[in-house]
């Protein structure tokens, strides 16, 4: 019983320290279960904070953030990124970048581009991409992709866009701007505070002569002359203040120090904070336009021989001097000057030997007169002196002998002693009128009387003297009389073909042989005959006369055509062309015999009629040849438009032969001619060495006292049986006379 007691209490002792160990557990275990849940809790915090901070984390970024797992589901993505695009709602739940892919696509220039590289990233996996996305409306993004790996477990991507649309149109535009500084023609200089030049573009190499390497450092004071320092200093002043300057137009030193006009604009340059940190200046080479303006000024303002002051200055000066005469109650005088018997030099020696006549006649007669006056030269042979204050009129007659005096002194000229002499006409403020209008007719007027007294003297004006030109009408009375006494005849001269030596046609010309004054030039009486009218009557007898002599020429000795000079007066009458038609039938001359000469000036007074009547001509079978070619329009324009055969080249230019510029000229004119399918003659060839040239560059034919003068018709006629027989025993006869063409 005693043993039972005693299991019986070891058993519940068992029981009791069972049941304590057991809650003793239970307790351990709630403890642990506890510390469980609140190390949960603990971590769940955390991750919330992480969460929280990797939200805001996405949402501050400066991009638009799209974050995607291997396959392409959407995992997160932040605000931005939806408002860069924008993409609807019902895209985003549940979210693909397939779906968003294809809508993004949308938006874009290269729509299949975008879709392409974006399913190739998903393909290859690349560890990180960069590509741009240009949108329809203009925009750019920059996309940048990285893969998120762990080990070699793909497990997303996270895309990054960026807007960098303004920094791309900034990069663009500087890049632009910064071009057209390098490139611009107009020199572009940017220099500091100091002075001290810090850009220099390709257009101040080009304007300066310095390389940026050689200038760029160096102080801008170099470039700026000595007199234009202050100027310098006073704009500085103003771009310091942060102001504006207006353009203006001044001038700087080039390489070796050479003067440069430029027009210059400067401005200030300033940094992020609108602080004045510099200068930027504009610079343009107008050195050609102020040159081209000077010049423009000079040739409308004065004479391009003498460089004295033409008939435009003149009346200015002469409008002001009595302008200031009738304000202070002073006299002023003006003396006409003609030279005797000028027109003999220019036509014996040429024109060349008269303009350098002319040159030494003013300087001479500049030599006489005060800085204040005026010595203006109005025509061939004809100046003007503008005494602008005479106390007296002992003091324009003094200027007078002292101009006769220094005028007739010989000259040497080329080897020639020339000696001319002067006729003054003298009209003085208020006395011989009181407007320039009545001071010059009065000074011309008188200046005509000095000439009838005997030449080589002064004249003052005088109330009985007419205004009316006597020696000119008394000339236009023997000009009507010569033409009933016949006294006007006409002679030939023979043109040449240069290749083979055979006369292919004449040219007629004028003359008049005056009983007691001899032979009378052309150049005298012409312009008389236009002027009244005698030149119709008197131009048609002449081309009929030579139409006759043409036609048996033809027949007997080959000439192939004459040449006749047709004025300004005749070829203005409407009924021109029936008067050419009408003498060619009467003649019997084969039309295409005939050549029509005819100026440049006469065909452009009144372009529109001048076409009709030289087409008319011309569709008969007429020549027509352009006469003293290059001294006029010389313009292709009217070749083209008229029907033109032939082009005669000025004398003036084959006088100056060999000279360089009258060759390139002649060139010019024979290639012109050439290439217009047109025949070109030169006139006035006088020498052998003027004759080669012409061969050499190619011009058709000659004509000139090389070959012969102009002759009548019976002399012609046995020059040419002698010429013919000459050429073809290989010598050819060199005939000189002292006449000239009309």
Not at 149 to 160: A, D, F
Not at 519 to 541: H, M, Q, T
Request: charged share 25%; proline share 3%; hydrophobic share 40%.
């Amino acid at each position: 019983m005693m043993d039972k007691s005693r299991e019986e209490a070891s058993m519940r002792s068992t029981a009791m320290q069972t049941s304590s160990t057991i809650l003793a557990a239970g307790e351990r275990a709630e403890g642990e279960l506890n510390q469980a849940k609140k190390t949960l809790e603990e971590k769940t915090a955390e991750l919330d904070r992480s969460l929280s901070l990797l939200r805001a984390t996405i949402e501050s970024t400066a991009d638009g953030l799209l974050v995607t797992d291997e396959n392409g589901k959407v995992l997160c993505y932040n605000q931005l990124y939806l408002d860069m695009w924008p993409i609807p709602a019902e895209l985003l739940d549940p979210a693909s970048h397939e779906v968003l892919m294809q809508y993004c696509s949308t938006h874009l220039k290269n729509a299949q581009q975008y879709v392409w590289t974006t399913k190739k990233i998903y393909s290859e996996w690349p560890p990180e991409s960069f590509d741009v996305l240009q949108f329809n409306d203009g925009r750019i993004f920059e996309r940048y992709t990285k893969a998120s790996t762990i080990g070699s477990r793909k497990v997303g991507r996270v895309w990054s866009f960026r807007d960098v649309t303004g920094r791309r149109q900034a990069e663009t535009y500087k890049a632009r701007l910064a071009s057209i500084v390098e490139y611009s023609n107009d020199a572009i200089i940017s220099k500091d505070l100091n002075g001290i030049i810090t850009d220099w573009n390709a257009g101040a190499e080009r304007l300066f002569g310095y390389r940026a390497s050689e200038i760029v450092g160096c102080s801008i004071f170099g470039l700026i002359p000595p007199d234009r320092l202050e100027e310098e200093s006073k704009i500085m002043s103003l771009i310091k203040r942060g102001m504006l300057t207006e353009h203006f137009e001044t001038v700087r030193l080039g390489k070796g120090n050479k003067p440069i006009d430029v027009s210059l604009t400067i401005s200030p340059i300033k940094d992020g904070a609108g602080n004045v940190i510099g200068a930027s200046k504009i610079a343009r080479d107008i050195t050609e336009a102020k040159e081209s303006q000077a010049r423009m000024q000079h040739l409308a303002h004065y004479d391009s021989l003498t460089g004295l002051p033409n008939r435009i200055l003149l009346a200015d000066r002469l409008k002001s001097a009595i302008a200031d005469a009738a304000r202070y109650s002073h006299r002023l005088a003006l003396l006409f000057v003609d030279l005797d018997r000028f027109k003999l030099v220019n036509d014996s020696l040429g024109h060349e030997i008269g303009d350098q006549l002319l040159k030494n006649v003013a300087k001479r007669m500049q030599s006489t007169v005060r800085a204040t006056d005026t010595i203006s030269r109005v025509g061939g042979d004809e100046f003007i002196v503008l005494l602008s204050q005479v106390p007296s009129a002992e003091v324009p007659a003094r200027i007078a002998e002292k101009l006769i005096n220094v005028v007739s002194k010989p000259y040497r000229i080329e080897g020639h002693e020339l000696t001319v002499t002067a006729s003054v006409g003298i009209s003085v403020y208020p006395d011989d009128g009181r407007d320039e209008g009545s001071l010059m007719r009065n000074a011309d007027a008188s200046m005509y009387s000095a000439k009838e007294a005997g030449r080589n003297r002064y004249q003052f004006h005088s109330e009985d003297m007419t205004s009316s030109a006597t020696d000119r009408l008394s000339l236009e009375r023997e000009l009507r009389g010569a033409i009933e006494r016949e006294e006007i005849f006409t002679v030939y001269q023979p043109q040449i073909e240069l290749t083979t030596g055979q006369v292919i046609g004449v040219e007629a010309l004028m003359r008049w042989q005056h009983p007691r004054l001899g032979l009378v030039s052309p150049a005298d009486f012409i312009p008389v005959a236009e002027d009244n009218g005698l030149i119709l009557s008197l131009g048609e007898r002449i081309m009929r006369d030579s139409c006759l002599q043409a036609r048996r020429w033809c027949d007997d000795h080959g000439v192939g055509s004459v040449a006749v000079n047709v004025s300004a007066v005749q070829f203005r009458q409407k009924n021109f062309t029936d008067v050419v038609l009408s003498v060619v039938a009467e003649t019997g001359l084969r039309p295409e015999c005939l050549e029509l000469e005819v100026t440049e000036s006469v065909v452009m007074r009144g372009v529109e009629s001048a076409v009709h009547k030289l087409r008319t001509l011309g569709a008969q079978g007429i020549k027509i040849a352009i006469d003293d070619f290059g001294t006029g329009y010389s313009s292709l324009s009217y070749l083209r438009q008229f029907s033109v055969n032939r082009l005669k080249i000025d004398k003036s230019f084959i006088h100056d032969l060999p000279d360089k510029d009258a060759e390139a000229i002649v060139c010019a004119i024979v290639t012109m001619g050439r290439s217009l399918s047109l025949r070109v003659i030169a006139e006035g060839v006088e020498t052998e060495a003027q004759e080669k040239f012409l061969q050499n560059v190619e011009c058709n034919e000659s004509q000139g006292y090389l070959y012969a003068k102009p002759m009548v018709a019976s002399e012609l006629e046995a020059w040419l049986t002698r010429w013919s027989s000459r050429k073809q025993n290989g010598g050819l006869s060199i005939v000189q006379d002292g006449n000239k063409k009309t």
